[in-house]
């Protein structure tokens, strides 16, 4: 028998009346939801309160995903309160090269961005190239710093994360010389990266700004002793930063070497203005993104055919997919499974692979024939760093220094490492982001403070959002691109977004885990408990008036509330 008070739903329910009187339930009544017993039953609105809400900014997907540490959402709530050039000058504070970026930039923040899961993701990286071409047409500049600490620091090497580390220590008040073996600063950027892509007056401009700035950079200088130059120089610090700029060799029975040239040295000649004669037909062995670069290269110099060469598959190649995407829709064709056996006056001889139980290309023992004026050579590059190896105490793993991943410092006290010269993936952004980070070591080196490990925020997922505040769905704005016809010389193929785009483009931010002030909360408390600060200054709740029922937090869109155990 049921005692009183119980519900086979445990559920609390009153004592049942003796059989000869009506029963007066929910059900008789027509009601939806039956009555608690407040003598026995709890609730989430009582005069006991069990939890509470509190403001919280959680780390949005975006800037979490980003190599160069920008806070990605807040120049995009800028942006969307019409501050372009606040926007820039956030943006800023973490990456010197947003129109750079903008351009080059393999966009994990998009991959990340929860925004995916509703209608596709933000196109941050064609606001971030928008926000740079307003600072490149507007000539903003960035502010000269205003002390000096005493302390000098030698880069070596001016490519994105030499400039990157100057740009950041020179904002720190030290004194900050780049020496870069090239005649030109940019490094990768300038030599690797095709124009079509990278434009050099974008390049050119936005390295600028960081000599008005106030860095030094000494070209057409190679440094062979670094122990000597620290030494003559004064310098406090080192940070090493050189490309890799070396191909890797392999070893092809050929007899006319003259046909075989390596991919980074074809792309460095032609960035240079140079049209090496190439034939009618190409072959570019390897297919990670310089391969791609190299066989697009080939047919804006008259190449018929262009053909890329790998031993793998396409699902295992280097490139990135919209690389080989391109490439395919310029005419580039793709020959997977087939590696290079030999070269003779005509053509190659490539085997046939295939893949073994675990994934591995290996050799069939069939034969056919390619044919091919040049063959252009992409299997890897490395970077160049020989002249480190007579440092004591320095340690190296091929051809990359070891460093300390806190602190990017090497074995050898105040000498410090980053993008090309350490283990790492080789892109811009990543360069860029150990420029920053390494920046940062070094201040805190040369002030003898203890370095200090950041604790990020929980990472807001999409299914933390509550979505109902945006509405219907809003795709992505496109760019402009150059039909695949034009596509026969340097000119840029990708344009940008224009004024309006952009800022379309920036409200489909989410905000995810950050209040953006849509007063929800405040709409939804039936208490009167949410008190508004005035713009910019967010909310904060009346405690004596809350009773944590959390409509605040079922009403918060961002997820920038949460409801945590009164007392905690």
Partial sequence: MEQPGSDPRGEATAAQPAASSPVVTAKTRGDIT????????????????????????????CNAGCPAGEN????????????????????????????????????????????????????????????????????????????????KVLVI??????????????????????????????????????????????????????VEMGVTITLNHTVTDL????????????????????????????????????????????ASGERPVLGRKVAVYGAGNTAMDAARVARRLGAEESVIVYRRTKDQMPAHELEAVEAEREGVKMNWLR???????????????????????????????????????????????????????????????????TTLMTDVPG?????????????VTIGVGHGKKAAAQIDGWLNRATPRQRVKHPVVTFDDLHLWYFGDDHTQREQ?????????????????????????????CLSCGNCFECDGCLGACPEDAVIKLGEGHRYRFDYEKCTGCASCYDQCPVHAIEMIPEGN
């Avoid at 709890?42 to 403001?55: A, C, D, F, K, N």
Wanted: aromatic share 6%; with cysteine.
């Fill in 34 to 61: 039956e009555l608690p017993d407040l003598a026995t039953g709890t609730s989430r609105v009582g005069p006991v309160r069990s939890r509470m809400p509190i403001y919280v900014d959680l780390l949005p997907p």
């Fill in 72 to 151: 990605i959402q807040e120049w995009l709530r800028l942006i969307k309160h019409g501050k372009a050039e606040a926007a820039w000058r956030q943006l800023t504070r973490d990456n010197p090269f947003p129109a750079i970026h903008g351009r080059v930039c393999y966009h994990p923040c998009e991959v990340a961005c929860n925004r995916v899961e509703l209608d596709g993701a933000v196109s941050i990286h064609s606001v971030e190239r928008f926000l740079g071409d307003e600072g490149i047409k507007h000539g903003w500049q960035f502010e000269k710093p205003r002390h000096s600490t005493g302390h």
């Fill in 157 to 210: 090497g001016a490519g994105p994360s030499g400039l990157s580390a100057a740009y950041h220590l020179t904002r720190l008040g030290h004194q900050v010389e780049i020496r870069d073996s090239g005649d030109k600063p940019g490094g990768m950027m300038r030599w690797g990266i095709p124009e079509y892509r990278l434009p050099r007056d974008v390049l050119d401009a936005e390295v600028a700004r960081l």
């Fill in 227 to 270: 122990l000597a130059e620290q030494t003559q120089g004064g310098f406090d610090a080192v940070f090493v930063a050189v490309g890799a700029h070396l191909s890797k060799r392999v070893d092809i029975p050929n007899q006319d070497a003259s046909r075989m040239v390596d991919a980074v040295s074809f792309l460095r000649d032609v």
């Fill in 339 to 405: 590696t290079i056996s030999s070269m003779d006056e005509a053509d190659l001889t490539v085997e046939i692979m295939e893949l073994d139980e675990n994934g591995k290309a290996r050799g069939t023992g069939q034969f056919e024939k390619l044919e091919a004026d040049t063959v252009i050579l992409a299997i890897g590059q490395e970077a160049d760093t020989g002249f480190l190896h007579g440092i004591p105490g320095m340690s190296f793993n091929g051809d990359v220094v070891n460093v300390d991943p």
């Fill in 415 to 427: 000498i410090f490492a980053g993008g090309d010269a350490v283990p790492s993936d080789r892109t």
């Fill in 480 to 508: 402009p691109e150059l039909a695949v016809e034009q596509r026969f010389d340097f000119d840029e193929v990708v344009g940008g977004l224009d004024a309006d785009q952009a800022l379309f483009e920036a409200q489909r």
